[in-house]
């Protein structure tokens, strides 16, 4: 087997990267969604692009594109709605974050910036380093 060129390897990390970056707007999305309803019984693209701090446009624009890929239901003067698959990628976002957010306590990290870096890495990490996180955060409390 060729083992691929340092260039190759990078350009497959950035592939990586902008395919990250794209699912985190939709998880970021659909998690807001969920929460939206579960606070207020509803959620409204006005709702959406105050809290994401991004123009109405720039909402509607994301929220077309998740129409499209089957996560939200989007109707004319009606709140916005996940479907079946927008749930499940909402939970999984809320699972990871949890995962990372303990992980990132048990190692000392202040709550508060626990909170913000989970945020980012929810979105980056892989399913093994996950496994990792979720085990040794096992063994750090186990040992406190």
């Known amino acids: 087997m060729v083992e691929p060129t340092s260039a190759a390897r990078r350009a497959a990390a950035f592939r990586r990267m902008r395919d990250a970056r794209s699912s985190q707007v939709a998880e ?3 998690e807001l969604v969920g929460d939206l309803i579960a606070e207020t019984g509803s959620a409204r693209l006005t709702d959406l692009a105050d809290c994401l701090g991004v123009a109405p446009a720039t909402a509607a624009k994301v929220l077309q594109r998740l129409q499209r890929e ?5 109707r ?3 709140s916005i709605t996940l479907t079946e698959a927008g749930e499940r ?3 999984a976002s809320r699972e990871r974050h949890r995962i990372v957010h303990e992980f990132l ?6 709550g508060e910036t626990a909170e913000a870096d989970a945020e980012g890495i929810e979105h980056h990490v ?3 380093t996950l496994r990792l996180f979720a ?3 096992e063994r750090l409390r186990a040992r406190g």
């Not at 089957?70 to 989007?74: E, I, S, Y």
């Not at 306590?105 to 202040?110: D, E, F, K, R, W």
Request: proline share 8%; hydrophobic share 40%; net charge negative.
């Open 105 to 110: 306590l048990a190692l000392g990290v202040s």
């Open 135 to 137: 085990s040794m955060t």
């Open 70 to 74: 089957g996560l939200v239901d989007v």
């Open 28 to 30: 970021d999305y659909v």
């Open 76 to 78: 004319p003067y009606r």
């Open 126 to 128: 892989s399913p093994e």
């Open 89 to 91: 990628m909402a939970d």
